[in-house]
């Protein structure tokens, strides 16, 4: 039995306690953590849910994430769940976005790595694969259908960052006249 704590709307906690599984009461709230995972060399990890998983079965989502346990922090909960899905150790998380939903707080962050890439470890039940794509791929695929669509609401503000990082990023030949 997974317990979770049990928030207001404005991320304060209550002294209620959740079950997951159970519905959530109306006005509760319970916590989940995501971490988009980005190496030093500018690419960006996507992780496959597995086929067995009720939500998003075989969808590949950036990074990490998950629901905060009982007595965890959403800084917290972000680092284990990125220490379990994929083996990454974190250094330093960057809080990129929190939203709401009818009975979530998602807190974003992100991990800048240099990780060994061939080091990503899969978590069982949890992921089946994963991928390290240019940031550009990435921009690409999270609009795809393989991407969960969820998840690229969350972080589109992150998102135009990154969009503009690449229009700067101007690839073009230099040439006397």
């Known amino acids: ?28 709230y319970h916590l989940v953590s995501e971490v988009v995972v980005r190496h030093e060399d500018g690419s960006f990890l996507l992780m ?36 379990e899905e994929t083996g990454i150790e974190a250094g ?32 069982e039940g949890e992921t089946i694969s994963f991928l390290w794509i240019t940031a550009r791929e990435f921009l690409e695929f999270v609009e795809s259908e393989k991407y969960i669509w969820t998840q690229r609401e969350r972080m589109e503000g992150y998102l135009d960052g990154v969009r503009n990082e690449e229009d700067n990023d101007c690839d073009f030949l230099y040439r006397e006249f």
């Open 48 to 83: 496959q849910r597995s086929e067995d998983k009720a939500m998003f079965p075989g969808l590949f989502a950036a990074g990490a994430g998950g629901s905060a346990l009982k007595g965890e922090g959403p800084y917290e909960a972000a680092v284990r769940e990125l220490k």
């Open 1 to 28: 039995m997974e317990l979770w704590d049990a928030y207001d709307g404005q991320g304060n906690k209550t002294s209620g306690e959740l079950i997951r599984g159970q519905e959530i009461p109306e006005g509760c």
């Open 92 to 123: 330093e998380l960057e809080q990129i976005y929190f939203c709401r939903s009818k009975d979530t707080l998602y807190y974003g962050y992100l991990c800048i790595t240099g990780w060994d890439k061939k080091a990503v470890v899969l978590q």
